[in-house]
C-alpha cells in the first residue's frame, strides 16, 4: 500500500469548478429529498428539541413551505467515516410532506435523489444525476522491492460537476471522488455510498481546491 499511495499521490490530481457550502435559499415550491439514508425527523418548530411529528424515510420528497435563511448559519456535526466528526451548515425551513408540515434542517436535504437502498446500480445513477462521463485509461509501472508493480489507472469525467479516479495494482485499489456541487450535497453521496462498504480503508473528506474530495482505498 504504501508503494500505491506514493502513486497517488503523483497522478491523482483533479481540477474542477467551485463549490458552495450550504446557507442554500430557497423559494416557496421548491422540490428537495431527504439525504440521511436513516431518515429525518420532521420537527414541530425549528429547534432540534422541538416534538418530532413524524420521521421521514430516505429519498422522501418534501416540498419548500418557507424559508428565512438566518444571519449566521447553524452547525450539525455528522461522521466522517473514519471515527471523527465533520460539520454540516445550514438552516431551518419549513416544509411539507403528504399531509405534513413542519420543520426539518436544510443541510439534510438534497435536490439529487439518492440511490435505493439494496441497488448496486451506482453507475447508471452517478449517470442520471451528472450525464454520461468520458473515460480515460492507462496502465503504469512502479519498481519496488520485490519486483516492479503493474498498475491500471481509469478516469471518468463527468459533465456536470464529477471525476472519479481510479488505481488497481498489486490486489489494491485506491478511488477518489471529486465533487463540485454544495459540501453538504456531496457528503450525502458519500453517506449512500458507505452503506454496505465494509472493506473500504484510509477513507478521507476534504476540500481541496474547490472541491470536496472523497477517497478511500480497498484490498481483496
Avoid at 434542517?105 to 439518492?114: H, N, Q
Avoid at 485509461?137 to 471518468?156: M, P, R, V, Y
Wanted: glycine share 10%.
Amino acid at each position: 500500500m504504501r508503494f500505491l499511495s506514493l502513486f497517488l499521490f503523483v497522478f491523482c490530481l483533479n481540477l474542477l469548478p467551485h463549490f458552495t457550502e450550504g446557507a442554500e435559499k430557497y423559494k416557496a415550491g421548491d422540490k428537495l429529498f431527504v439525504a440521511p439514508t436513516k431518515g429525518l425527523n420532521l420537527r414541530k418548530s425549528p429547534d432540534s428539541q422541538s416534538a418530532v411529528l413524524s420521521k421521514l424515510d430516505y429519498n422522501t420528497q418534501v416540498t419548500i413551505a418557507e424559508d428565512a435563511p438566518p444571519r449566521k448559519s447553524l452547525q450539525i456535526p455528522v461522521t466522517d467515516f473514519a471515527g471523527g466528526k465533520l460539520n454540516l451548515q445550514g438552516h431551518w425551513v419549513k416544509v411539507s410532506t403528504g399531509n405534513a408540515m413542519g420543520y426539518v434542517f436544510d443541510g439534510m436535504l438534497s435536490k439529487y435523489k439518492g440511490l435505493a437502498l439494496g441497488s448496486y446500480e451506482e453507475d447508471a445513477w452517478l449517470v442520471s444525476l451528472f450525464g454520461k462521463p468520458t473515460l480515460k485509461t492507462s496502465k503504469k509501472s512502479l519498481t519496488a522491492q520485490g519486483g516492479e508493480i503493474d498498475f491500471e489507472i481509469e478516469e471518468k469525467t463527468y459533465p456536470r460537476g464529477l471525476v472519479f479516479h481510479s488505481t488497481w495494482g498489486d490486489g489494491c485499489g485506491s478511488y477518489e471522488y471529486a465533487f463540485s456541487i454544495s459540501y453538504n450535497e456531496a457528503y450525502w453521496f458519500i453517506e449512500r455510498m458507505m452503506v454496505g462498504a465494509d472493506a473500504a480503508d484510509d477513507i478521507k473528506i476534504i476540500k481541496e481546491k474547490g472541491n470536496t474530495v472523497f477517497s478511500f482505498s480497498s484490498c481483496t
